[in-house]
């Protein structure tokens, strides 16, 4: 399935301010997940990724939902089958890292600008997992979160196991991922899931939009493109040694560099840098 940007049916997207808005966008579906958004949106990222004009990136639900899981009619073929079909055709684009972190979601650790959710709506089951994924966390107080899978009948989707017990704690993840319950972003505020917890969906978008805005204007970006390998690296390997290794060769190699340069100059002069 090769995927034309200019005639996109389940995802859309804009670039503004040096940030990328990604929205999943079948509203009327409450943003149910298909083999068809799955392409869009790996083939989304992979072109941000490449584009000098892009610092980081949103994704988003179009109103009311951010992605209530895995479309029920998917689903119910999945059943008829006996089996899961991820529904892509051909390879997927391939955003992000590649070798171990080439797989779904798993792509988001690896990609060079940042990710941040803004869960401005229900999100479960792939949903969760696409936030789960991403470098920082934005959520609605009132919206909906479930991994969903146990009341299915199915086990732990799309890497939650790995990464939900390094973000909420093996506990709580056990809790969520055993009994699919419901839970509110209200609820969770204090988990360690969410970098904040706003009133409702819009605030939730709005705050997620002004923090990138934030890392677009005020952060070198082979900075922070740096500082996500060292993150990804460091939960990979558990080696406080070849960490602080990395971050000495890190350091030796961008202060060489025009970036660093222009913040000297700029923490110098007092003023916001150009970078």
């Not at 934005?138 to 009341?151: D, E, L, N, R």
């Not at 060292?230 to 060489?256: F, I, K, Y």
Request: hydrophobic residues 45%; glycine residues 10%.
């Amino acid at each position: 399935m090769t995927v034309d940007l200019e005639d996109l049916t389940s995802t859309r997207f804009e670039v503004e301010r040096r940030v990328a808005t990604v929205w999943l966008d079948r509203p009327h579906r409450h943003n149910a997940w298909t083999g068809t958004m799955h392409q869009e949106l790996r083939a989304i990222f992979a072109v941000l990724e490449t584009r000098d004009d892009v610092r980081a990136v949103v994704v988003t639900g179009t109103p009311p939902a951010f992605c209530v899981g895995g479309d029920s009619k998917a689903l119910e073929g999945h059943a008829d089958r006996g089996a899961y079909d991820a529904g892509l055709g051909e390879a997927p684009a391939r955003p992000g890292g590649g070798d171990r972190l080439d797989a779904d979601f798993a792509w988001q650790l690896g990609y060079r600008l940042p990710i941040i959710a803004a869960v401005n709506g229900a999100c479960a089951g792939v949903g969760l997992a696409l936030a789960a994924f991403c470098d920082l966390r934005f959520a609605s107080a009132t919206a909906k979160i479930t991994t969903a899978a146990p009341k299915l009948g199915l086990p732990a989707e799309y890497g939650l196991s790995w990464m939900l017990p390094r973000l909420v704690g093996a506990t709580r993840a056990a809790d969520l991922l055993l009994s699919g319950r419901v839970v509110t972003g209200a609820e969770t505020a204090d988990w360690g899931l969410w970098n904040a917890v706003l009133p409702d969906g819009d605030a939730t978008y709005a705050a997620a939009l002004d923090y990138a805005r934030e890392l677009a204007t005020s952060t070198g970006p082979n900075a922070v493109a740096a500082t996500k390998r060292q993150l990804t690296a460091d939960m990979l390997r558990h080696d406080p040694a070849a960490s602080v290794a990395d971050s000495l060769r890190l350091l030796d190699e961008l202060m060489g560099t025009a970036e660093y340069r222009e913040g000297v100059s700029a923490l110098v002069e007092k003023r916001t840098p150009n970078f």
